[in-house]
């Protein structure tokens, strides 16, 4: 089976496409973007408005990708950046709303 992780972080956001089978995992595609979420976050308990949509915008970039190599379940993962902002449930549902559907696996945002 195919799957895929996109890791949200601090200042980069991360796709691993990988085969899983029963006792081994065989990866196919890594990719790496700065989408810099925690912009600002130093000076402000708040994501950026502009940080949360450039973010979002590369995870729809990912999870296409993710589908056009064949992924049938796909893990988000956020860390600190989202676990710690005051408006993280903004966030949280910017891309559930973008991303949920209910042909597709999105095994949903976890925050780590």
């Given amino acids: 089976m195919i799957k895929a992780v996109i890791d949200i972080g601090t200042n980069s956001t991360r796709l ?4 899983v089978n029963e006792n081994k995992i065989e990866g196919l595609l890594k990719m790496l973007a700065t989408t810099r979420l925690g912009e600002g976050i130093l000076n402000s308990p708040y994501m950026l408005e502009n940080a949360m949509e450039r973010t979002s915008d590369k995870v729809k970039e ?3 990708i ?3 190599h064949n992924a049938e379940e796909i893990y988000i993962y956020a860390t600190a950046v989202v676990r710690q902002a005051k408006n993280k ?3 949280e549902n910017l891309i559930f709303e973008k ?3 209910k042909n597709f696996y999105v095994i949903f945002f976890i925050l780590i």
């Fill in 16 to 19: 691993f496409v990988a085969n």
């Fill in 62 to 64: 990912f999870v296409s």
């Fill in 66 to 68: 993710a589908k056009e």
């Fill in 89 to 91: 449930n903004v966030f």
């Fill in 99 to 101: 991303y949920y559907q």
